[in-house]
């Protein structure tokens, strides 16, 4: 099955400085690769996903990377403000019209200083 | 528009005791799930449904059961509550379709369980 590895597991950046998660994933069949932001006693929410057939995705101040060849996608978010300041969680999901499960990395802990 | 609703926010239960943790959508998804969420684990999948009458095992689905009677909810239930299964869970949703690259999953707010 699908493994995910992410890193770091905490980032504390500069308020306008950038951050930048990184996920590496096992499963070459993976192809498709959402980023999840959790605010706390939250629900996780889509900020971004990118699907195997591109290389970048941007939306604002965040953008998502694939290297299909390393197996390894980033998050990156621009010009940072305190309300970034969450848990991000990456996770990969098998191709295939009938896969639906998606595997999580174990999530980073974004804070943004003031 | 609701999106996915789980209740009860938290709950409170002794070692044995069997409760129901509900979910429902009201985006007409066939797909719908249940995650528990640990410091330090991520996500992790319980049980899944891809319809009406369809429920399968996720990656940690002792100690749980499922049913799938309707489109709109998804119940988890636990049979007979262990401290092990003090964790956040999260109810998620989503179409399925003929996509090969799948659709977007989304979460519920989640239900804080304590089981002492």
């Known amino acids: 099955g699908e493994n995910v590895e992410q890193h770091p597991s905490t980032l504390s950046v500069q308020e306008g400085d950038s951050a930048v998660i990184k996920c590496t994933y096992s499963d070459s069949a993976s192809n498709y690769f959402p980023w999840y932001k959790q605010e706390l006693g939250k629900g996780p929410q889509l900020i971004i996903d990118?699907?195997?057939?591109?290389g970048e995705k941007k939306d604002q101040r965040i953008a998502v990377t694939l290297n299909k060849t390393a197996k390894h996608f980033s998050l990156h978010i621009t010009e940072t403000q305190p309300e970034d300041s969450a848990v991000y969680f990456c996770?990969?999901?098998?191709?295939?019209?009938?896969?639906?499960?998606?595997?999580f990395g174990k999530g980073t802990k974004l804070s943004v200083i003031p | 528009n609701a999106g996915v609703t789980q209740t009860p926010k938290f709950q409170v239960l002794k070692t044995g005791q069997s409760m129901t943790l509900q979910c429902a959508q009201d985006?007409?998804?066939?797909?719908m799930s249940w995650y528990r969420q640990d410091p330090g684990m991520g996500l992790r999948l319980i049980h899944y449904s891809v319809g009406a009458g369809i429920t399968d095992q996720g990656e940690v689905p002792n100690g749980y059961n499922v049913s799938r009677s309707t489109t709109e909810d998804f119940p988890l239930r636990l049979l007979s509550a262990a401290p092990s299964q003090t964790s956040v869970y999260f109810c998620?949703?989503?179409?399925?379709?003929?996509?090969?690259?799948?659709?977007?999953?989304?979460f519920g707010e989640g239900s804080w369980l304590t089981v002492v």
């Open positions: 990118i699907r195997s057939n591109v």
């Open positions: 998620a949703s989503s179409v399925t379709g003929t996509d090969n690259f799948g659709n977007t999953i989304y």
């Open positions: 996770a990969g999901r098998a191709s295939g019209a009938g896969s639906y499960q998606l595997t």
């Open positions: 985006m007409n998804h066939e797909y």
